[in-house]
């Protein structure tokens, strides 16, 4: 068994440090900080290797394979081509706000593993919050958004994070729905007490329809496709951070890369049991899980076409909201009636329920077809 980093159950971080630790609260804390920018940082060059590569299947091409043994090396040779390129900062811009956006957009993306249990106790601060921290912490992201469009001083930038702030606050409610069932079945807003709750089953098979809502509002969240129209080309250059480029755009790079990251980590840990497997360490197997969400949602993006925005805001309103809404009364409904239900009864139970009302809200749910009526 690995012993944990500190105990989870102490009651202060005194009795929770290990007698032979090499230091106090701000040695563990040190630490974790370190370890977790360096984890972020080499995973997210993993995913833009791995995504690159993904997508270069799908689509009948080899993806990177120049710099390096397989590609490996392209990530490298990319941080370098963007922190080469010029800084250009618009004339008529407000050049404080325009600088400021990336670093609050990066921030609170950061803030969202300091909760992420690694193992049992491996992590930063097990909140007895946690979950409750992560959706607070999340949303600050839309500050940065808006700054860089307002910032700018162009209409295309303005307009994309118009967009961005309109679908993340559509989507948020769906996602924090969504993990309300969790929390019910759980009884704990700590992510490391979630993860434990895990043992027997994990939630994936208790929250069949849970899972599906969050994993779809969270795509929406980080703007991946088939919900990217707030970066649409065609449309808007590029969205929010059309007029940054060198070391700013590459943050917003970062953002998100990141976000899809702690995306991952999230479901990881509420529905796939986190840390928890047979024969590997534990948190071998959280990275693991993480690494198969990510490459999930490359499938996702190699499949799907974009969505409208009209589409994108009306799926939000008329398909997920109703269903997030159904789940919560559904989950609290069967705790409340049978409280000592087997986990694996609840699953097969909430599998049936949510194929029956995803078809049937599929066939109620019209978000649209053909021309848009001028």
Not at 4 to 16: G, I, K, V
Not at 61 to 78: H, K, Y
Not at 262 to 268: E, G, P, R, S
């Amino acid at each position: 068994m690995v012993t944990p980093l500190f105990n989870p159950d102490a009651l202060s971080y005194a009795e929770a440090l290990p007698p032979d630790w090499p230091g106090s609260f701000l040695a563990h804390m040190l630490f974790w900080v370190i370890l977790l920018i360096l984890f972020i940082t080499v995973i997210v060059l993993l995913f833009t290797w791995l995504e690159r590569r993904l997508l270069g299947r799908l689509q009948i091409r080899p993806g990177p394979n120049r710099a390096g043994p397989f590609g490996l090396l392209q990530p490298v040779a990319d941080v370098f081509k963007l922190l080469l390129k010029e800084d250009i900062v618009p004339d008529k811009s407000d050049k404080w706000v325009h600088w400021l956006a990336p670093v609050v957009a990066l921030a609170p993306a950061l803030l969202v593993f300091a909760v992420i249990p690694f193992q049992d106790g491996a992590l930063l601060a097990d909140l007895n919050i946690g979950i409750l921290f992560i959706m607070a912490v999340s949303s600050v992201v839309v500050i940065g958004v808006f700054m860089a469009g307002w910032g700018s001083s162009n209409k295309y930038s303005l307009l994309g994070a118009m967009r961005t702030i309109a679908q993340e606050i559509s989507y948020e409610i769906p996602l924090v729905l969504s993990i309300i069932g969790v929390v019910i079945i759980s009884g704990t807003l700590s992510l490391n007490e979630m993860v434990k709750a895990q043992q027997d089953v994990a939630f994936i098979f208790v929250q069949p329809l849970g899972f599906i809502i969050y994993i779809t509002a969270a795509l929406a969240e980080v703007a991946r496709t088939p919900f990217d129209l707030i970066e649409a080309d065609s449309e808007l250059v590029a969205g929010f951070h059309t007029e940054y480029s060198g070391m700013k755009f590459a943050l917003f790079f970062l953002v998100e890369y990141a976000e899809t990251l702690a995306v991952a980590a999230i479901a990881t840990t509420l529905f796939l049991g986190g840390w928890q497997g047979p024969f590997l360490l534990p948190w071998m197997w959280f990275i693991i899980k993480l690494f198969a969400v990510f490459m999930f949602i490359i499938w996702v993006r190699g499949t799907l076409p974009r969505l409208r925005i009209d589409q994108v805001m009306g799926f939000a309103w008329k398909f997920l909201l109703p269903l997030a809404l159904l789940n919560v009364v559904i989950t609290g409904a069967e705790v409340l009636i049978w409280p000592d239900a087997p986990l694996l009864v609840l699953g097969i139970i909430n599998l049936v329920v949510a194929i029956v009302v995803v078809l049937l809200m599929s066939k109620l749910s019209k978000l649209g077809g053909g021309r848009v009526p001028v």
